[in-house]
């Protein structure tokens, strides 16, 4: 898209050398001095703020929060887990892209673990950046994730259930740092036999339980009006005299009707047996997650000595 404004943002950007080079670059756009370059920052956290919230009206603007680094996953795997010398393979997996928005969330899954393992989180192609700017971004390896307690929920499940992996779950927060939320072991099997009868049994409970109590909240409101109308009609009847002499008679004799034995014959014949066979729903997957302990080792930035908390603390 053409660019319509050029509008200067920080105190820097008043230096004429630095307006020179901009107007040089964006081929001779004038640029907008319209705004004080030391407030602006602090006047677009105020506009954002006041759209945050509730209390204030003010123009719609959107703000898109993005990371500026690729964020990849390095570990090792074995291209045969059972064979003793097979040597490890380095693998790396973009896990948040250059420019990915966030907040936001992303599994990696490590199909082929089935032991205690880690892997790392590191800055992934950097070849965007200068030499300087490379210099200025110091350490790339961010952190060292040790995943324990897969051996033991492998041998759990490896003869019931079909593994699909340890799935690590991360999380860019608002603030656009990292987080690792849970490290988790998945598995799926079919259902038993024995336990669709008893979903079965529950679902029917439940089901007439649920009509029992409509039918019986029915009753007891139709019950409670039919009370009052056997009331209103009782006071409002009038007696009648019946003579006793008057005898009912009715006639339950009927004449019978014969039946041809071709008809009969027939309508034998045209009778036709329905038999109706019912399949039996298939068995359902049911998914099993066993949580795995995991430890973050932080490798940007070096924990302060003793020596230096000891300083830190007397200043």
């Given at each position: 898209?053409?660019?319509?404004?050029?509008?200067?943002?920080?105190?820097?950007?008043?230096?004429?050398?630095?307006?020179?080079?901009?107007v040089?670059?964006?081929?001779?756009?004038e640029?907008?001095?319209?705004?004080?370059?030391?407030?602006?920052?602090?006047?677009?956290?105020?506009?954002?703020?006041?759209?945050?919230s509730?209390?204030?009206?003010?123009?719609?603007?959107?703000?898109?929060?993005?990371?500026?680094?690729?964020?990849?996953v390095?570990?090792?795997?074995?291209?045969?887990?059972?064979?003793?010398?097979?040597?490890?393979?380095?693998?790396?997996?973009t896990?948040?892209?250059?420019?990915?928005?966030?907040?936001?969330?992303?599994?990696?899954?490590?199909?082929?673990?089935?032991?205690?393992?880690s892997?790392?989180?590191?800055?992934?192609?950097?070849?965007?950046?200068?030499d300087?700017?490379?210099?200025?971004?110091?350490?790339?390896d961010?952190?060292?994730?040790?995943?324990?307690?897969?051996?033991?929920?492998?041998?759990?499940?490896?003869?019931?259930?079909?593994?699909?992996?340890?799935?690590?779950?991360?999380?860019?927060?608002?603030?656009?740092?990292?987080?690792?939320?849970?490290?988790?072991?998945?598995?799926?099997?079919?259902?038993?036999?024995?336990?669709?009868?008893?979903?079965?049994?529950?679902?029917?409970?439940?089901?007439?339980s649920?009509?029992?109590?409509?039918?019986?909240?029915?009753?007891?409101?139709?019950?409670a009006?039919?009370?009052?109308?056997?009331?209103?009609?009782?006071?409002?009847s009038?007696?009648?005299?019946?003579?006793?002499?008057?005898?009912?008679?009715?006639?339950?004799?009927?004449?019978?009707?014969?039946?041809?034995?071709?008809?009969?014959?027939?309508?034998?014949?045209?009778?036709?047996?329905?038999?109706?066979?019912?399949?039996?729903?298939?068995?359902k997957?049911?998914?099993?997650?066993?949580?795995?302990?995991?430890?973050?080792?932080?490798?940007?930035?070096?924990?302060?000595?003793?020596?230096?908390?000891?300083?830190?603390?007397?200043?």
């Amino acid at each position: 898209a053409e660019i319509q404004q050029v509008l200067l943002f920080g105190g820097s950007t008043r230096i004429p050398r630095v307006q020179n080079e901009l107007v040089k670059s964006l081929g001779g756009i004038e640029l907008g001095k319209s705004l004080n370059t030391d407030e602006a920052a602090a006047m677009g956290g105020v506009y954002q703020a006041a759209a945050l919230s509730k209390g204030y009206r003010v123009k719609k603007f959107i703000v898109k929060d993005a990371n500026q680094y690729p964020i990849n996953v390095q570990f090792e795997r074995h291209a045969d887990p059972t064979a003793e010398n097979s040597e490890p393979k380095l693998i790396d997996r973009t896990l948040f892209q250059r420019n990915n928005l966030y907040p936001n969330r992303k599994v990696m899954t490590f199909n082929r673990h089935t032991d205690d393992f880690s892997f790392d989180v590191r800055y992934g192609d950097l070849s965007f950046l200068s030499d300087t700017d490379k210099r200025s971004l110091g350490k790339t390896d961010l952190l060292r994730i040790n995943v324990s307690g897969a051996r033991k929920a492998y041998e759990k499940h490896q003869d019931t259930s079909e593994s699909k992996g340890v799935k690590a779950h991360f999380q860019l927060d608002d603030n656009s740092l990292l987080v690792l939320d849970r490290v988790e072991f998945v598995f799926e099997r079919k259902e038993t036999e024995a336990e669709r009868t008893n979903a079965t049994k529950d679902e029917d409970e439940s089901t007439l339980s649920k009509l029992g109590s409509k039918i019986s909240s029915f009753f007891s409101s139709s019950g409670a009006s039919s009370s009052e109308n056997d009331t209103n009609n009782t006071t409002n009847s009038t007696e009648e005299t019946v003579p006793t002499n008057t005898t009912e008679t009715t006639n339950d004799e009927q004449t019978a009707k014969p039946v041809d034995e071709k008809e009969g014959a027939n309508a034998t014949d045209n009778t036709t047996t329905t038999t109706t066979t019912t399949t039996a729903p298939p068995l359902k997957t049911i998914t099993i997650r066993e949580p795995l302990e995991f430890t973050v080792e932080i490798l940007d930035y070096a924990d302060p000595t003793l020596e230096a908390r000891a300083n830190s603390m007397k200043k």
